[in-house]
Structures are given as C-alpha cells and as structure tokens.
C-alpha cells in the first residue's frame, strides 16, 4: 500500500522503515504461516534427563568455572498485573449493592478465580502478602467498613486493591506487587526475590551480582525508587532498559484498516517479547540467565530453582568448551577421519544439530565448511518442566528457517490445530517450557554475534486484543525464545516441576510455592 508523508514521517522518528510496516501489513492479511512440527521432544528424543549425580556434576562444573564468565540475568517485567486480576476486575465493573449479589454474580458469570463464598473470600484476603498495606488504606478511607454486608466488604476490598485510590495493583506491573510474606512486618516482591536469586548464580567473587529488567517507560520513576532501595540493601548492579520503538507494531480493525487516532496518526504497540531480542543484544555478558518476572518461590521453596540454576548453566560451560575447542581446531588443522567424525557426533549427539540432505556426499573441506557454519551461533540450554496442562508453549522437533529439523520452543498458536497430526503431537507432548534459559551470544574469539541473523520472521504471528471497544489484529514479532532463536544451538534439559511456580492469577499467590 501506499503510506501517507505523515506515516513516513512516523516511520522514520520510530526507526523502523516502510518496508517493516509493509512486511507488518501483510501477515496481518494473510493470517500467520505455521510451524511444521516433526515430533515431539522428550526424554526419548531431545531433552536430556539428568540423574542425581549428573546434577550434581553440572553444578559443581559451574562452581567452579563461573568467576571465567561474567554472568548476568535478564528479566522480562514491562507486563502489567492487568491479567492477573481478570475476575476481580469483571466482578468490580459489574457490582451492584444487595444482599447475596457475590453468590449469585460469580456463579452467574462462573468467575474461576473467585468460587469461594463471599465469608471465605474475606478469610483469605489476609493469606494476601499485601494485606496489610490494604487495611492501612481501607482505615483511611472506609471507617464503616466492617458494617457492611459481606458482598459490599468484598468489593471494598477489590476496589481498594485495584484502583489508584488503594494500591493501584491494576496498573501496575507484576514487579512491583507483593507477592509474598516473611512475617507481619516484612513481604516482598517478585523484582526483589528475583534479585535475591541471582546473587546465588550471578556474582563472581568480589563482585556484585547483575540483573538486567526489561521496564515500560511509564513506570521509570517507580523502578528507579525500587531500584535505589534494593542496590543499597544487597551487592546488586541493577540495569534497565525499555523495548525499542523500531520494535514496536501496528494493528488492524475489523475492516483490516489500519488503526489510526483523531489527527490520522497511525497507531502503534508493543510488539511483543520477541522485540526484546534487541536488549538482549546490548547486553554483554557471557552467560545470561532469562526467567520470567512471575515465576519465583518463596524463602526455602528456592532451594530446587537455584540448584537447577546452576546445572543448566554448567551444562552450557561444558558445551562451549568444546564447541569453542572444535571451532578452533576447524580454522586451523583441518581435521579427517576420527578427529572430523568426533566433531560431527558432538554436534549430532551433544547440539542435537540435524545436517542437510547430502551431507555425506560432501568431501572433507565440504564437511569442515558446514560443520563450522552449523558451531558457530549462539548457544540456549532450556529447562523444561513435564507437561500437567499450562496453557503455553512447549519443546518439539521442527522444521527451522531453512527447513532443517531441529529443536524448537514452540506455542500453540504457531500450530495448525487444523491438521490432525499437528494436534495429535501438541496433545501429546510431555513437557512444558517454563521460560528457564541459560544463554551464550558470543563466538569463540569472544566476539558477540549478530542475533537478528538468527530470527524465522516466518513465525511473527497476529495476536486478537481490544483497543478502546475495538476489537483488534496486532502484529507480533517472533517470540523472543520461538522464533527469534529459531537458529540458535539449542539443548533442553528436563528440570523439577518445583522450579516452576507463575503467578498467572492473583489466587495463585494462597499456592503452598508462594504462601
């Protein structure tokens, strides 16, 4: 299509070119392009289970080799709490003062996260870690408060959780909430317990560990108070950064027009996680761990995740020695016979690297040139946990950007659920990805790679949301450990279901990992 001068004008303050826009546009159209699944991966095929001794090999290994590493960790936390609150928002928006109206509303609308009557409701509010902050408020505000019927309590107490009046939980994100207690006088958040756990795996001796967030810009000033108080509490280095606005999409109404504001302006979101790609390649680190700002445990409840913390980043030290020994000795001894066939089986059975059609056929300089070609790129090594039915994404065998089977983080919403084999491998997968990585983004001469070399822009896909009372189509980059890591080395590693505890809705938080 043709763009206005104004759009271009927008194109260029936002840094992204006509043509991204255009790309944009298209797959918007179009509808996405699946992911060829081949197979699931399990502990048969491709993920890699490990016994007791194993572990406590990997972990050892990283012990002792992480002060040659400088290590960082990398959270993704711009999210809003939004979500986390579906139910109770729903319930607040539609409140009508009357005797018994909590019943009735919540089995009428079959609110999941809110089935307790509405006397259980107000019992468990105090199993809350934010409790007390909200009583303060409510002193303040509602001094007839323990006079009102018990629905009338239960909304006073959403409402003062929700909105900018109380805690403002509503517009915040996760991050900042409090998720769990050590005593009345003392919770945390997800932004300090995250913390906490990288000092056990970031900081090398005689220095302060390191932790990189992802942040919106609407919430800088908040992040800067939080990130002052936990530097001075704990030997901490705090890094910020925002998604870039070159990253950012545009959306489609019901007509497939795109989306624009009063004065004709188009109107652009973020594009997703996939966009992070670009923060995480202006980090500089040599080991970066990436989790999720939701899935953190409490107090002892740790113990698993910061064991398996390091398992998986001693699994990536012995990788890299000798994917970086063998590139080495490709450049320059020119390997034949076993020495040549010793690289292919790492890179068949350590890499899980599948070769192309006629690999056999090639002569020894053929096999050199594509052995390094396939080394040479960045590196993942991914817990995964065993499947109990989270929606998400999921570890399998696909074809990558240049049709080579290969492992892959993939979503239900990449797969054509359409196509009855397609369905019949996501139904029966064994294992769930957790979002639990440990990364390597630099060659073997310490030269960081191009990571956009590595992205399937196949595997953008469109997400349905609402803007205003609109429904609309948003343009999503490939997800930052899908596609946009489609040609990384990639290892999956089989780790307890213990490290695995997301706060998805707020009741999540009354979980035994969190209370």
């Known amino acids: 299509?043709?763009?206005?001068?104004?759009?271009?004008?927008?194109?260029?303050?936002?840094?992204?070119?006509?043509?991204?826009?255009?790309?944009?546009?298209?797959?918007?159209?179009?509808?996405?392009?699946?992911?060829?699944?081949?197979?699931?991966?399990?502990?048969?095929?491709?993920?890699?289970?490990?016994?007791?001794?194993?572990?406590?090999?990997?972990?050892?290994?990283?012990?002792?080799?992480?002060?040659?590493?400088?290590?960082?960790?990398?959270?993704?936390?711009?999210?809003?709490?939004?979500?986390?609150?579906?139910?109770?928002?729903?319930?607040?928006?539609?409140?009508?003062?009357?005797?018994?109206?909590?019943?009735?509303?919540?089995?009428?609308?079959?609110?999941?996260?809110?089935?307790?009557?509405?006397?259980d409701f107000i019992d468990e509010i105090s199993g809350y870690a934010f409790y007390e902050d909200l009583m303060k408020v409510i002193k303040e505000n509602e001094p007839g408060f323990f006079q009102l019927e018990d629905s009338e309590q239960v909304y006073k107490f959403i409402h003062y959780i929700l909105s900018p009046e109380g805690l403002n939980y509503q517009n915040l994100p996760k991050m900042f909430l409090k998720f769990h207690r050590y005593g009345k006088e003392k919770s945390m958040t997800p932004m300090e317990e995250q913390i906490i756990e990288a000092i056990d795996h970031t900081q090398n001796a005689g220095q302060k560990a390191k932790v990189?967030?992802?942040?919106?810009?609407?919430?800088?000033?908040?992040?800067?108070?939080?990130?002052?108080?936990?530097?001075?509490?704990?030997?901490?280095?705090?890094?910020?950064?925002?998604?870039?606005?070159?990253t950012d999409a545009i959306m489609l109404d019901e007509k497939n027009e795109i989306l624009r504001d009063e004065n004709g302006n188009i109107i652009f979101r973020p594009g997703g996680h996939g966009a992070l790609l670009e923060n995480i390649q202006e980090l500089d680190s040599d080991l970066i761990f990436i989790k999720n700002i939701d899935n953190v445990q409490k107090g002892e409840k740790k113990k698993d995740t910061l064991l398996y913390k390091k398992v998986l980043a001693g699994k990536l030290i012995e990788l890299l020695q000798k994917r970086n020994a063998f590139l080495q000795q490709l450049e320059k001894e020119k390997p034949i016979g076993e020495e040549l066939q010793k690289i292919e089986d790492f890179a068949k059975n350590e890499l899980n690297i599948r070769f192309i059609d006629g690999y056999e056929t090639l002569n020894n300089s053929g096999k050199r040139k594509y052995l390094y070609y396939k080394l040479n790129r960045p590196v993942r090594?991914?817990?995964?946990?065993?499947?109990?039915?989270?929606?998400?994404?999921?570890?399998?065998?696909?074809?990558?950007?240049?049709?080579?089977?290969?492992?892959?983080?993939?979503?239900?919403?990449?797969?054509?659920?359409?196509?009855?084999?397609?369905?019949?491998?996501?139904?029966?997968?064994?294992?769930?990805?957790?979002?639990?990585?440990?990364?390597?983004?630099?060659?073997?001469?310490?030269?960081?790679?191009?990571?956009?070399?590595?992205?399937?822009?196949?595997?953008?896909?469109?997400?349905?949301?609402?803007?205003?009372?609109?429904?609309?189509?948003?343009?999503?980059?490939?997800?930052?450990?899908?596609?946009?890591?489609?040609?990384?080395?990639?290892?999956?590693?089989?780790?307890?279901?213990?490290?695995?505890?997301?706060?998805?809705?707020?009741?999540?938080?009354?979980?035994?990992s969190h209370y």
């Open 381 to 512: 090594v991914a817990g995964m946990v065993k499947n109990t039915g989270e929606p998400g994404g999921g570890p399998f065998w696909a074809l990558d950007k240049n049709g080579i089977k290969s492992l892959q983080i993939i979503e239900k919403s990449q797969i054509d659920l359409d196509q009855p084999k397609q369905k019949e491998l996501l139904e029966n997968s064994t294992h769930f990805n957790p979002v639990d990585l440990v990364i390597h983004i630099k060659d073997h001469k310490g030269k960081k790679y191009d990571l956009k070399e590595f992205v399937n822009e196949n595997t953008a896909f469109i997400s349905q949301k609402t803007y205003g009372s609109q429904n609309v189509k948003v343009y999503e980059h490939p997800g930052l450990w899908n596609g946009s890591m489609d040609g990384w080395n990639t290892v999956f590693v089989e780790v307890p279901l213990s490290t695995f505890s997301p706060v998805k809705t707020v009741t999540d938080l009354l979980k035994p």
């Open 212 to 246: 990189h967030f992802s942040i919106s810009p609407a919430h800088e000033t908040l992040f800067k108070k939080y990130k002052e108080e936990y530097e001075e509490k704990y030997p901490v280095m705090i890094s910020y950064s925002f998604q870039k606005p070159s």
């Open 1 to 119: 299509m043709s763009f206005l001068q104004k759009d271009l004008k927008q194109f260029q303050e936002k840094g992204i070119s006509p043509e991204q826009v255009q790309n944009q546009l298209n797959l918007l159209i179009k509808g996405n392009q699946p992911v060829k699944l081949i197979d699931n991966a399990s502990v048969q095929k491709g993920i890699l289970p490990l016994d007791d001794k194993q572990t406590k090999l990997y972990s050892e290994l990283f012990s002792k080799e992480k002060d040659q590493y400088n290590l960082e960790k990398f959270v993704p936390a711009s999210g809003a709490a939004s979500r986390m609150f579906k139910d109770w928002i729903y319930f607040h928006d539609h409140f009508i003062p009357g005797k018994d109206f909590y019943k009735r509303f919540v089995k009428h609308n079959k609110l999941q996260n809110m089935e307790a009557e509405a006397e």
